[in-house]
Structure formats: structure tokens, C-alpha cells
């Protein structure tokens, strides 16, 4: 594997003291691996344009070639980059393989086209996506279902749309989604969202 730019520090402690508790089999700590470098690995295909079955193929080979290599890794601090470049790479592999099966022809893999993922900036994006769902987990029913409504279903939904799904007035939806709202900041502001 090539040489990495070195890693920023809080990446790089959290790399190697994963890295300790999985080589030295701490009880969960593969678990806590995923919780914490899973979302980054699935974003790399998804961003890529591959759908979630082909993204579970690129999670999956990315996490067999870890397990693979982990007593081999040199830097334990560089893990995060090189968990991201391992995705990179099953991604490309998983792009070739379809565009062969389809007799098309890949133009340029994702790193020769000059795109660069900061695998801090993706880890802190996987992070507060993960404090938005414990936040909106711990709304009351009745705002949760309707900020899902609003924000998280594919499609776009008119409010007389979300009124009927919710079995609401239209005129309701307006001040409810600014309480909820409100309500999910101050969860949010509770779990150290910046």
C-alpha cells in the first residue's frame, strides 16, 4: 500500500486504539470498529453511484481485507486512511466488474479524475448523521414521524400530502415542524452537535 499522509491526530488516536483492541481481541471491539468506520466505508460507493447491494459488496470486501491485514498494518494511526483507501479501491473493482459485465468501458477511476475524500471530514459527517438519528429516535412519535415525512422520504411530499399520510391538518404542519424542530435542536445541542 502506498505511502499515507499522516492523519489527523484525533483520526490517528482513535485509529490506533481500535487497532490495540482488535489485534489484542478485546471483547466488542470490532463492533465499535464498524460503529465507527462503517457509514464511511458505505459512503465512498454511494457517492460513486452504486446502488446498496453493490455498496454491501464494497463494505464487505472492505472489511475482510482489514481483517485479513490488521496485524499487518505498520501505522496503527493511519487506519482511518487506510480503511478509505481500501474502500476507494473495492469501489473501483466493483465499477470495473459492472462496467465489463455490461460491455461498457470505464473512462477513469474516482482518484485519477482528481477527487479526494478527507476521511476526517467523512468520519464527522457519518458522526453527526448518527446524532441526528439518536436525536430524532428520542423525539415524542408524533414529531419524529413528521420530520421523517418532511426531510428523510424519497420523493418530494406536498404538505397536504404529509397532512393526509399523518392524518393531520395542513395548517398544522407548519408550527408542529417548528416545535419538533426546536425539540431535535435541543436533543442535538444535549448530545454535543456543533
Avoid at 30 to 36: G, I, K, N
Avoid at 81 to 93: F, G, H, N, P
Avoid at 152 to 169: E, H, N, R, S
Wanted: glycine fraction near 10%; aromatic fraction near 6%; hydrophobic fraction near 40%.
Amino acid at each position: 500500500m502506498p505511502a499515507l499522509e499522516p492523519p489527523p491526530p484525533l483520526l490517528s488516536k482513535l485509529g490506533e486504539r481500535l487497532l490495540a483492541d482488535v489485534r489484542e481481541d478485546v471483547p466488542g471491539a470490532w463492533e465499535r470498529m464498524l460503529d465507527e468506520f462503517g457509514e464511511v466505508v458505505l459512503a465512498v460507493p454511494r457517492r460513486h453511484g452504486l446502488g446498496e447491494a453493490d455498496a454491501e459488496d464494497v463494505f464487505q470486501a472492505t472489511w475482510i481485507a482489514l481483517h485479513r491485514s490488521v496485524g499487518g498494518i505498520r501505522d496503527p494511526g493511519a487506519l482511518a486512511a487506510w480503511i478509505l483507501t481500501t474502500a476507494k479501491r473495492e469501489t473501483w473493482r466493483n465499477l470495473r466488474r459492472r462496467a465489463h459485465l455490461v460491455g461498457g468501458r470505464l473512462e477513469a477511476c474516482p482518484d485519477e479524475a482528481g477527487e479526494s475524500e478527507d476521511p476526517e471530514q467523512l468520519l464527522l459527517a457519518a458522526e453527526r448523521g448518527r446524532l441526528v438519528r439518536e436525536g430524532l429516535a428520542d423525539l415524542e412519535q408524533r414529531c419524529r414521524e413528521l420530520l421523517e415525512q418532511l426531510f428523510f422520504k424519497a420523493g418530494v411530499a406536498t404538505y397536504a400530502d404529509i397532512a393526509a399520510a399523518l392524518q393531520v391538518p395542513v395548517g398544522s404542519i407548519g408550527p408542529t415542524r417548528r416545535r419538533c424542530l426546536g425539540r431535535l435542536a435541543e436533543q442535538l445541542e444535549a448530545r454535543g452537535f456543533r
